[in-house]
């Protein structure tokens, strides 16, 4: 299977065959400055739709949030100067309402909303009888089912330009993404709606500007057929996600050493399947590391407790205890005493090493 999908000209936005859809822009209108300086940047780059959140959702109230609708007159005039087709994200009927009279060309549907099906519901109601593409991402926790769920409500209310982005999920451990891309999970999700555009936005996975290149290549071997990547004129005046903002000669860098697959490759889901479970165990093998290294410093942190309380450094009671849980929910998941024992017993020796 080639990285390209046809359904983008269909919807008017013409790729060329055997290349990736691009959206780039940046995480938040700022200004009209900002836009223009960055969109104007992208120009000699092959970007098709430009990005901007008009009213980005921020964990604070203070946090600059998107400027609101002024910035849709703002985005009119980006299209207007470098002929960029606009790409905004919705989360209320009202925005739809805002974003459908300033003409924006493509819809997205952020992490957040599609989480919650009330939400979605009510966009769905409101989209009826719009013609636009929609984007749906990734519901922000790890849930087929909700994720299922979205499509199923907007598809219900004939809505039929759709398109997934996939932006990673929550996770509660220490981890190198700022949202893991659970490539496996998002393939299953991708076996049940298999004739959908599929886009990567790898900035809100990686959170960080470094190793947004080695995600938009994964993308690419898992044959997604764009790439959304958070883009500013300089990203360290960026008012939101500072550190996984490009610039835009990093951006057009990133386009220009994408190796893309030829097109008229035949597909080969099994090639697909081979591809994420790899990429999973790869993924599991860091959580194990991750999860080596946040029980080891807790452990650390007990003894600076025992300490205080004047407790044994090693307590048999307790850790008979630990690792009589372990066998018993080792068992559970299927393995054996002996690879329990052995891990346990490494753990604890590594843990006593740390504190010696
Ligand atoms: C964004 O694209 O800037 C954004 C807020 O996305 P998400 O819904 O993935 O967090
Ligand atoms: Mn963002």
Redesign the pocket.
Same mark, same amino acid.
């Given at each position: 299977m080639s990285n390209y999908s046809p359904v983008f000209s269909q919807w008017g936005f013409p790729v060329e065959p055997g290349q990736p859809l691009i959206i780039a822009g940046p995480?938040?209108a700022e200004s009209r400055e900002q836009l223009l300086l960055t969109a104007n940047a992208m120009r000699s780059y092959p970007v098709h739709l430009f /990005?901007a959140?008009v009213w980005?959702?921020r964990s604070h109230l203070e946090a600059a949030a998107g400027t609101g609708n002024v910035a849709l007159e703002w985005l009119q005039e980006v299209r207007q100067e470098t002929g960029l087709k606009l790409a905004v994200?919705v989360a209320t009927p009202q925005q739809l309402k805002e974003v459908l009279q300033a003409d924006i060309d493509v819809l997205?549907?952020?992490?957040?909303?599609?989480v919650n099906p009330f939400a979605v519901q009510e966009l769905a109601n409101a989209l009826a009888g719009v013609d636009k593409p929609v984007l749906v991402?990734n519901p922000?926790t790890p849930d087929l089912e909700v994720w299922f769920g979205a499509m199923e409500r907007l598809q219900n209310k004939g809505v039929k330009k759709l398109g997934v982005?996939l /932006?990673?999920f929550v996770h509660r451990r220490p981890s190198k993404w700022r949202?893991e891309p659970e490539w496996e999970l998002a393939r299953k999700f991708r076996s049940e709606f298999p004739s959908l555009p599929y886009i990567c936005?790898p900035?809100?996975i990686a959170g960080n500007a470094s190793m947004i290149q080695d995600i938009c290549q994964q993308a690419m071997d898992l044959d997604y057929h764009g790439l959304?990547v958070?883009t500013h004129y300089d990203p360290s005046r960026a008012l939101?996600?500072v550190e996984q903002q490009l610039n835009p000669e990093q951006l057009g860098e990133l386009l220009s050493s994408l190796r893309l697959k030829p097109l008229g490759q035949p597909e080969n889901p099994a090639e697909m399947e081979l591809q994420s479970l790899r990429l999973e165990i790869d993924r599991i093998d860091q959580a194990l590391l991750e999860n080596f290294a946040a029980r080891l410093k807790l452990s650390q942190r007990l003894g600076a407790v025992k300490k205080e309380l004047r407790l044994l450094p090693l307590q048999s009671s307790r850790w008979n205890r630990v690792l009589q849980q372990a066998h018993e929910y080792g068992q559970q998941c299927g393995l054996s005493d002996a690879f329990i024992r052995d891990i346990f017993n490494r753990i604890r020796q590594e843990s006593i090493r740390q504190q010696e």
């Amino acid at each position: 299977m080639s990285n390209y999908s046809p359904v983008f000209s269909q919807w008017g936005f013409p790729v060329e065959p055997g290349q990736p859809l691009i959206i780039a822009g940046p995480c938040s209108a700022e200004s009209r400055e900002q836009l223009l300086l960055t969109a104007n940047a992208m120009r000699s780059y092959p970007v098709h739709l430009f /990005r901007a959140g008009v009213w980005t959702p921020r964990s604070h109230l203070e946090a600059a949030a998107g400027t609101g609708n002024v910035a849709l007159e703002w985005l009119q005039e980006v299209r207007q100067e470098t002929g960029l087709k606009l790409a905004v994200e919705v989360a209320t009927p009202q925005q739809l309402k805002e974003v459908l009279q300033a003409d924006i060309d493509v819809l997205w549907i952020g992490a957040r909303t599609t989480v919650n099906p009330f939400a979605v519901q009510e966009l769905a109601n409101a989209l009826a009888g719009v013609d636009k593409p929609v984007l749906v991402k990734n519901p922000i926790t790890p849930d087929l089912e909700v994720w299922f769920g979205a499509m199923e409500r907007l598809q219900n209310k004939g809505v039929k330009k759709l398109g997934v982005i996939l /932006r990673g999920f929550v996770h509660r451990r220490p981890s190198k993404w700022r949202f893991e891309p659970e490539w496996e999970l998002a393939r299953k999700f991708r076996s049940e709606f298999p004739s959908l555009p599929y886009i990567c936005d790898p900035s809100h996975i990686a959170g960080n500007a470094s190793m947004i290149q080695d995600i938009c290549q994964q993308a690419m071997d898992l044959d997604y057929h764009g790439l959304m990547v958070e883009t500013h004129y300089d990203p360290s005046r960026a008012l939101s996600d500072v550190e996984q903002q490009l610039n835009p000669e990093q951006l057009g860098e990133l386009l220009s050493s994408l190796r893309l697959k030829p097109l008229g490759q035949p597909e080969n889901p099994a090639e697909m399947e081979l591809q994420s479970l790899r990429l999973e165990i790869d993924r599991i093998d860091q959580a194990l590391l991750e999860n080596f290294a946040a029980r080891l410093k807790l452990s650390q942190r007990l003894g600076a407790v025992k300490k205080e309380l004047r407790l044994l450094p090693l307590q048999s009671s307790r850790w008979n205890r630990v690792l009589q849980q372990a066998h018993e929910y080792g068992q559970q998941c299927g393995l054996s005493d002996a690879f329990i024992r052995d891990i346990f017993n490494r753990i604890r020796q590594e843990s006593i090493r740390q504190q010696e």
